[in-house]
């Protein structure tokens, strides 16, 4: 990960995985929200799918990202108003899912209103969650396997996920 200052990224990999993902974009300078919104999207392909294993019938939460990418590319009136209506649908799928892959569904929905957020504050605090609540699901996940300390391997498969997108969009 040498390149991590031409790819807009505080150079120091053990800072990241030392500090929360919500805390990552007073080192972060892209570009652009959708390159942004690109590389949080390849970070929650950590977890989604496991939600599309477990909740089969419920794809809310993928549908949801995928329509903030799709408006973060083309934005519409009608691209919006299907991202907001996601996000909101997203809050149904975390109540069926509480306790188990609820923080999916709170990332997918923070993911959402992100795209949609009307300026640029709540654009980065709603990746933020987004980003928290990934990491907190992935955490989760050890802990039920009583594996504990694994928030630095965490942080790093989330940095390596972002890092990975970015090289891709920059070519």
């Avoid at 691209?79 to 188990?100: D, E, F, N, P, W």
């Avoid at 569904?105 to 980003?131: G, P």
Wanted: net charge negative; glycine share 2%.
């Amino acid at each position: 990960m040498d390149d991590l200052p031409q790819l807009g990224l505080y150079a120091d990999v053990t800072w990241y995985i030392s500090t929360p993902p919500r805390e990552w974009f007073s080192a972060i300078d892209v570009e652009s929200n959708d390159l942004l919104l690109s590389c949080v999207a390849a970070v929650l392909q950590l977890v989604t799918p496991e939600w599309q294993s477990n909740r089969p019938n419920d794809s809310v939460p993928i549908r949801a990202i995928e329509a903030a990418l799709n408006y973060a590319e083309n934005p519409s009136r009608n691209i919006k108003k299907h991202v907001s209506t996601l996000a909101k649908g997203c809050s149904s799928s975390r109540r069926k899912s509480l306790g188990y892959e609820h923080r999916i569904a709170e990332a997918a929905r923070a993911f959402a209103n992100a795209s949609v957020a009307e300026n640029q504050d709540r654009t980065v605090s709603e990746i933020a969650e987004a980003l928290s609540k990934t990491e907190e699901h992935i955490l989760y996940k050890h802990s039920i396997k009583a594996e504990y300390g694994k928030e630095a391997e965490t942080r790093q498969r989330m940095l390596e996920a972002f890092v990975n997108q970015l090289r891709t969009l920059n070519g």
